[in-house]
């Protein structure tokens, strides 16, 4: 009887070393990025004075739901050193409750052309357009020489300028401690643009939210809950046309290098520009 007891009680302590072991492992991993901040943002609702209109959470996993979003392709704009890629998971996925775009230093060629990086842009156009309201981002930003992350929208109607641009989240690492807010058009003829900044402190070290309230006669730009900036949108008259009076729909990207990004530190890459929510709202009894 005396060998059963003490045979029960060896195996009891190694029960509970074994239980102690695996807790103490469980405290020392590390929590994977994405959880950070995955559950607070979630869970879309009615703000007072808003009715939200539009969202996507990004809660499945995969490619970005190809009901809401499409894929810009090739070498867009600005001179930027980045290859879109349409529908390439590496560039652009949804993965823990988050939209992930990618940007990679990585030989490509695709169906428009090639390029010695890699990156994605995805747009609402011909999916989803709104005339003013509250459109919101909840991101966390990438950092380093030559990234140039953006949420943004176009006017539905006419080439850039006259269609308008509302920049509601504009970053570039080469300036870390800004992010911007701008509105383009087009006037006289001629690219007119209007914009601020604010300063903060590492805004890549966690998710904030970037939003534009648009009404009829201004658009305010904030940073979580600090208003930065606003403009009168009587600013963007042409001979009777107003590039902000009209739907625009919405794009995400991040872009590498060009006209701002600027030189690419590419030891720094790959980076993750990382998407919680993008949400419209519209005022309460506004049309």
Same mark, same amino acid.
């Given at each position: 009887?005396?060998?059963?007891?003490?045979?029960?009680?060896?195996?009891?302590?190694?029960?509970?070393?074994?239980?102690?072991?695996?807790?103490?492992?469980?405290?020392?991993?590390?929590?994977?990025?994405?959880?950070?901040?995955?559950?607070?943002?979630?869970?879309?609702?009615?703000?007072?004075?808003?009715?939200?209109?539009?969202?996507?959470?990004?809660?499945?996993?995969?490619?970005?739901?190809?009901?809401?979003?499409?894929?810009?392709?090739?070498?867009?704009?600005?001179?930027?050193?980045?290859?879109?890629?349409?529908?390439?998971?590496? =560039?652009?996925?949804?993965?823990?409750?988050?939209?992930?775009?990618?940007?990679?230093?990585?030989?490509?060629?695709?169906?428009?052309?090639?390029?010695?990086?890699?990156?994605?842009?995805?747009?609402?156009?011909?999916?989803?357009?709104?005339?003013?309201?509250?459109?919101?981002?909840?991101?966390?930003?990438?950092?380093?020489?030559?990234?140039?992350?953006?949420?943004?929208?176009?006017?539905?109607?006419?080439?850039?300028?006259?269609?308008?641009?509302?920049?509601?989240?504009?970053?570039?690492?080469?300036?870390?401690?800004?992010?911007?807010?701008?509105?383009?058009?087009?006037?006289?003829?001629?690219?007119?643009?209007?914009?601020?900044?604010?300063?903060?402190?590492?805004?890549?070290?966690?998710?904030?939210?970037?939003?534009?309230?648009?009404?009829?006669?201004?658009?305010?730009?904030?940073?979580?809950?600090?208003?930065? =900036?606003?403009?009168?949108?009587?600013?963007?008259?042409?001979?009777?046309? =107003?590039?902000?009076?009209?739907?625009?729909?919405?794009?995400? =990207?991040?872009?590498?290098?060009?006209?701002?990004?600027?030189?690419?530190?590419?030891?720094?890459?790959?980076?993750?520009?990382?998407?919680?929510?993008?949400?419209?709202?519209?005022?309460?009894?506004?049309?």
């Amino acid at each position: 009887m005396q060998q059963l007891t003490l045979g029960w009680t060896l195996i009891c302590l190694i029960v509970i070393g074994l239980a102690a072991s695996l807790t103490a492992w469980a405290a020392s991993a590390p929590i994977p990025a994405l959880a950070i901040g995955a559950v607070t943002g979630k869970a879309p609702i009615d703000r007072p004075g808003w009715k939200l209109v539009w969202s996507d959470e990004f809660d499945v996993p995969g490619l970005p739901d190809p009901k809401k979003w499409t894929y810009e392709e090739g070498k867009v704009r600005n001179g930027e050193a980045q290859y879109y890629t349409k529908a390439r998971p590496e =560039n652009c996925r949804i993965e823990g409750g988050m939209l992930i775009l990618e940007a990679r230093k990585e030989p490509f060629t695709g169906a428009r052309g090639s390029g010695d990086y890699t990156s994605a842009s995805i747009e609402t156009k011909g999916l989803g357009s709104w005339q003013y309201g509250r459109l919101e981002m909840r991101a966390k930003l990438p950092q380093g020489l030559g990234v140039w992350p953006a949420f943004w929208t176009l006017g539905v109607k006419d080439g850039w300028p006259a269609c308008g641009e509302i920049d509601i989240m504009e970053f570039v690492g080469h300036t870390p401690d800004k992010v911007h807010g701008t509105l383009h058009w087009k006037a006289a003829g001629k690219h007119a643009s209007k914009g601020g900044s604010l300063t903060v402190s590492k805004p890549w070290e966690d998710f904030h939210v970037y939003a534009v309230e648009w009404s009829a006669d201004r658009i305010d730009f904030f940073y979580d809950d600090t208003k930065y =900036n606003s403009v009168a949108l009587e600013q963007a008259d042409d001979n009777g046309a =107003n590039a902000f009076r009209q739907p625009h729909y919405i794009k995400l =990207n991040l872009a590498l290098g060009g006209s701002w990004g600027g030189k690419i530190d590419d030891a720094v890459l790959p980076r993750k520009f990382i998407v919680d929510y993008v949400r419209v709202y519209q005022r309460t009894g506004v049309p």
